[in-house]
């Protein structure tokens, strides 16, 4: 069975909502250019609003290693997401403090999911080209080069959830603009729904 990350979490309210719904992991984004924007202090507050069995992840767009690492400890958050043409060196640095979840396109699958896929404390990402625009992927197309062990965004919702478990057999499912009331704000009826329909499926 998949987990569940319920990314864009902007509040103590819809941490509390996501993790009662039974989310495995809340995504707190501390890139500049998202409209999910939340501030440290926000994030670690959330974080502990809903104890240690829930991740607390740090989602990050083309930012240095400094910043990576000084937000992600002032938030106090338990993994890493790394979105953007990174080095290897980079991702390799932060896992010297954090597990992280290296999000990948379609184009760099095969390429980059070959250097990452054995690597201890990377777990791979398959998100859209524009993360958090809420157009799914073409989940058939990528059956046969979805690697093993990977994660899968983009798109998703209460209402295909269950099909692109189906598909792919993720290890895990993350959802941010289908689930919210508007951009940054939850409505918790589709948190639920969401992970009711991963719980529910059997790849």
């Known amino acids: 069975m998949p987990r569940v990350k319920i990314c864009g979490t902007t509040s103590v309210h819809d941490a509390v909502q996501a993790a009662q719904a039974g989310a495995d992991a809340l995504g707190f984004i501390f890139a ?3 409209k999910r924007l939340v501030s440290a202090s926000v994030a670690r507050e959330a974080g502990l609003s809903v104890g240690p069995a829930v991740a607390r992840v740090g989602v990050f767009l083309d930012q240095g ?11 106090r958050v338990s993994a890493v997401q790394l979105h953007g043409p990174l080095s290897e060196g980079f991702v390799r640095a932060v896992t010297a403090f954090y597990p992280v979840l290296r999000v990948l396109r379609p184009a760099d699958l095969v390429t980059e999911g070959k250097l990452w896929q054995d690597v201890p404390g990377v777990t791979l990402m398959l998100d859209a080209p524009q993360p958090g625009g809420g157009v799914p992927l073409d989940w058939e197309s990528l059956r046969a080069t979805f690697p093993p062990g990977t994660w899968l965004a983009g798109g998703l919702g209460p209402w295909n959830v269950a099909e692109a478990i189906r598909v792919l057999r993720p290890a895990g499912v993350d959802a941010v603009s289908h689930l919210e009331a508007r951009p940054g704000v939850k ?5 639920a729904a969401f992970v ?3 719980r529910a499926t059997t790849p």
Do not use: I
């Open 32 to 34: 500049p250019v998202s």
């Open 65 to 75: 290693l400094d910043e990576v690492l000084r937000l992600s400890e002032a938030a």
């Open 187 to 191: 409505d918790s009826s589709k948190v």
């Open 196 to 198: 009711r329909a991963a």
